[in-house]
């Protein structure tokens, strides 16, 4: 029985004691191929010359600023710490955009619907257009012509030559500054420039008593039938449909209509 024991306790020292050379043979490889592996990188590598793929890691997170960090690693770290520098964070949800139930402000919006009302056809209205679009200086500068716009402008479609601009009168002293210089650059170059309150209550009325004039080229038209003064209108069905006539003010009492 003592010999049994004995036996046991023999082959458990000597089965333990493989194990621990074999472990020592291990961590005796793994040094020897680490200062091999050192030894290759500092006889290959360039002095002064970046990582390669650092670099491309740097590159790729300061393109991505919120989806990817860059930790700076420490240099008491070893190299596996070290390669562990790239940190992804969440990124921001995706912006949806989605339609406006109705496009500009009322105002604007409203004197959109009257000028294409009025406007005959070949006739085109064009929102905010900086004056450098259409005007130049004797001197060249063009700073003060590009940043100051013209609120419609409307032009012929086929030749694409400005007829005239509309502007809304602007409430307070500031806001007079920039419809002055339109007013004083229309004058210069000879163009009407027509002027609206900033309301959304004007009438298509009011709008024909000002633009009719400017597109006909004509202030004043007399019915050849009764002598009374005559209105542009724009004929929006049939078959001249878009065309402009002058039509007596007393219609329908007086059916006087002379083609523009």
């Not at 005796?28 to 500092?42: G, R």
Request: a negative charge; glycine letters at 6%; aromatic letters at 8%.
């Amino acid at each position: 029985m003592k010999g049994f024991f004995f036996f046991v306790v023999f082959v458990t020292g000597f089965v333990l004691l493989l194990r621990y050379l074999r472990k020592r043979e291990v961590e005796s490889f793994l040094e020897s191929d680490m200062v091999d592996f050192q030894t290759f990188k500092q006889t290959h590598e360039t002095p002064g010359q970046p990582d390669p793929v650092m670099a491309q890691v740097e590159a790729y997170a300061a393109m991505n600023p919120g989806l990817v960090e860059l930790k700076k690693p420490s240099p008491s770290l070893d190299e596996v710490a070290q390669a562990d520098s790239l940190v992804f964070v969440d990124a921001p949800a995706p912006i949806l955009h989605h339609l406006k139930s109705s496009s500009f402000n009322e105002v604007t919006r409203n004197m959109l619907v009257l000028l294409s009302k009025v406007a005959p056809k070949g006739v085109l209205v064009l929102l905010n257009v900086p004056l450098s679009e259409f005007v130049k200086t004797d001197t060249g500068e063009v700073s003060n012509l590009a940043t100051t716009k013209v609120a419609y402008l409307l032009f012929n479609a086929t030749s694409l030559e400005v007829i005239c601009g509309v502007q809304h009168r602007d409430a307070g002293v500031t806001g007079r500054q920039p419809i002055d210089h339109v007013k004083s650059v229309f004058g210069d170059i000879g163009l009407p420039l027509l002027e609206f309150p900033v309301s959304n209550d004007i009438s298509e009325h009011e709008v024909r008593d000002k633009l009719d004039p400017v597109l006909i080229g004509s202030e004043v038209q007399t019915c050849p039938s009764c002598g009374e003064s005559m209105t542009i209108r724009k004929a929006n069905k049939g078959k001249r449909a878009g065309s402009i006539f002058w039509v007596c003010n007393d219609f329908p009492a007086c059916r006087g209509v002379i083609k523009a």
